[in-house]
């Protein structure tokens, strides 16, 4: 089966980006993620590839990163619901599954319809996934989320592409409506946002969307801890590659200002557990 991608346009043709890297890593004997759905699917997906330029590893060392921490939640929190926002073609879902961790969790895709059109097109159908076919910024995919057993957030390559005012809002309401939950967000720093607004080529035929919101590690900790219903926050380690990219995750170059201030960051929330009074009166 194939399936064609001319509807995916701007922020969601990204996601053919990330499905190309983590395919290629997949696919290699040394490969830092064992991802053979994201093979499956790239192979599926007809679109000409090469425009991106040559696969990194970046991404695939992303989705390790988002696996450990919501495997983590879930040995914690049995059961757990977990809700990919702008899941993109992501094959998390699958990865996870081998763990075993997920057999009794429900799984809330949310993306646009065209990505969720494609994701049905090609992946597996599951009685535990519910895809809803809207923006991560439409909250009403909220109503539809049991979080009964705790429920784990991903926001995977998405706050870079919107305005602060809505990550900060989007991040209140989440602790807001899921006490006990927690909730994983990447960023890009501020001097790669500012680049992007100014056309940031992949290769000769690709150009990256404008990321408008750019922020460093010690900030998104910060401003998320200001967040109302957020217990803790804190910047999660990177894990290793390979060649230079093992190089830059070295713990020891964090100690360097400028370089902590310049990477990538991902962000770890944990939401403050409401008392049976406040969840009795939030559902009434």
């Known amino acids: 089966m194939s399936g064609k991608a001319e509807a995916l346009q701007g922020v969601s043709a990204t996601s053919l980006w990330m499905l190309r890297c983590r395919a290629a890593e997949a696919e290699r004997a040394d ?28 991404y695939a ?41 997920i057999s009794e969790s429900r799984w809330y895709s949310v993306d646009l319809p065209p990505i969720i059109e ?42 870079m592409y919107l305005q602060r005012d809505e990550v900060v809002g989007l991040l209140a309401d989440c602790a807001a409506r899921f006490p006990g ?45 200001r967040i109302a219903g957020v217990a803790a926050a804190r910047d999660v380690a990177f894990v290793s590659g390979r060649g230079l990219v093992k190089i830059l995750a070295h713990p020891g170059l964090d100690r360097i200002r400028l370089y902590r201030r310049s990477r990538p960051s991902f962000t770890l929330l944990d939401f403050t557990a409401a008392s049976w009074l406040t969840i009795g009166q939030f559902h009434q």
């Open 31 to 58: 490969g830092i993620i064992d991802d053979p759905w994201a093979v499956r699917l790239w192979k599926a997906v007809d679109y000409d590839y090469r425009r991106f330029g040559r696969p990194i590893q970046a």
């Open 61 to 101: 060392l992303r989705a390790r990163m988002y696996d450990d921490q919501t495997v983590a939640y879930l040995r914690r929190h049995s059961g757990a619901s977990i809700v990919a926002l702008a899941e993109g073609l992501q094959t998390s879902f699958w990865r996870l599954d081998r763990t075993g961790l």
């Open 118 to 159: 494609l994701r049905q097109q090609l992946l597996p159908s599951d009685e535990r996934i519910t895809a809803l076919k809207q923006s991560a910024l439409d909250r009403s995919w909220m109503d539809h989320v049991d979080h009964s057993r705790g429920v784990f957030i991903t926001a995977e390559g998405l706050f």
């Open 181 to 225: 939950g927690a909730m994983m967000f990447d960023s890009i720093p501020p001097w790669l946002s500012r680049r992007s607004k100014k056309g940031l080529r992949l290769s000769r035929d690709y150009t990256l969307p404008p990321m408008p919101f750019g922020i460093s590690a010690d900030d998104a900790v910060a401003v998320s801890r």
